[in-house]
């Protein structure tokens, strides 16, 4: 199978990240960290980009496009550490108002937590107070609130990372098969970008870094570091990218997997290649590092893909 990028798939990735970097660089990530919350105005310009109307018809105000270019969409999306419920309302546009122009805010409970919840307009999934929430807009957003405002059973948790704010609701959850594919391939594309960019600051750290007067990168132990984050990193961009060309429940699981161990492993050694400094607050490396921890359990856990496959191994069809 062949995956190389179109003209148009790299013209849009370069838009993408040139968007992100633009106006979610360090400096708006760092603010971010000091002041959690949702940026209304990003999540407008998102939308005007197009980012959540990109598999919308033209016909119907979106961009027209598909799997392939959303997943190549949200990979940007995790190298920048972009925040808020980016694949619930990505998964929203055009089922309800608002989300395809950014307008909404999406939230989704999955496998029992919610991420942004206080600051959603609507929140989607099997939830009590929740479900059958579709629209939003006028005297629906106030109708969408105060469903919100009426998943009596969520609670708020303490979050791992301090930008993906956690409640947890009863009522949730379930099986693999109840797993929405494409929120799972969403998530796997942003621990890919995770992955790549970890991987990328620790071969810039390796380069500039010197002891005993060499760069760190001369030594094996090092070096060698680095190579296994860049084979984990291409190996989980093929499997995504194949899971986009197939949308298959199967390839998807699987590339979840590969992902998320790219993004977890890759932060963790990326943390070891910076050495103490990696540990401190000001670095960046602990933030992907707890990004990539709280996406492994959203849109059902890496357990649950582990299960799904397995079955289907078991019954012979994978």
Do not use: N
């Not at 360090?26 to 998102?46: G, I, K, M, N």
């Not at 089922?95 to 409970?109: I, K, S």
């Not at 060499?214 to 194949?242: N, S, T």
Request: hydrophobic share 45%.
């Amino acid at each position: 199978m062949h995956f190389q990028l179109t003209d148009d798939q790299s013209a849009l990735k370069a838009g993408v990240r040139e968007l992100l970097e633009g106006r979610f660089g360090r400096e708006r990530l760092r603010a971010a960290v000091e002041a959690p919350r949702l940026d209304r105005a990003l999540w407008r310009e998102l939308g005007d980009a197009g980012f959540f109307a990109l598999r919308l018809p033209e016909a119907d105000g979106g961009v027209g496009l598909g799997l392939p270019e959303a997943v190549l969409a949200f990979e940007e999306a995790g190298r920048v550490l972009l925040t808020g419920p980016l694949v619930a309302t990505h998964l929203a546009a055009g089922e309800v108002a608002g989300a395809a122009t950014g307008e909404a805010v999406v939230t989704a409970a999955y496998g029992g937590l919610v991420e942004w919840m206080e600051q959603a307009d609507v929140v989607r999934g099997d939830v009590a107070g929740a479900r059958g929430v579709t629209a939003a807009g006028g005297a629906a957003a106030a109708e969408a609130r105060a469903s919100v405002a009426s998943v009596a059973s969520a609670e708020p948790m303490e979050s791992l990372d301090p930008l993906t704010p956690l409640h947890r609701v009863r009522g949730s959850g379930g099986s693999y098969g109840s797993v929405d594919p494409l929120a799972v391939l969403l998530t796997a594309a942003e621990q890919l970008g995770t992955a790549a960019r970890t991987c990328e600051l620790a071969v810039q750290h390796a380069r500039t870094r010197e002891q005993f007067g060499q760069p760190i990168g001369a030594f094996q132990a090092v070096k060698h570091l680095c190579a296994q984050m860049l084979v984990r990193v291409e190996m989980a961009r093929v499997a995504v990218y194949a899971a986009a060309v197939t949308a298959d429940p199967l390839d998807i699981a699987s590339a979840r997997l590969f992902a998320d161990q790219a993004a977890v492993r890759g932060a963790r050694d990326c943390l070891q290649v910076h050495g103490g400094m990696g540990f401190t607050w000001e670095s960046d490396v602990h933030l992907y590092l707890k990004r990539a921890w709280v996406r492994t359990q959203r849109a059902g856990s890496a357990t649950q893909s582990e299960e799904g496959l397995a079955a289907e191994l078991v019954a012979g069809t994978a």
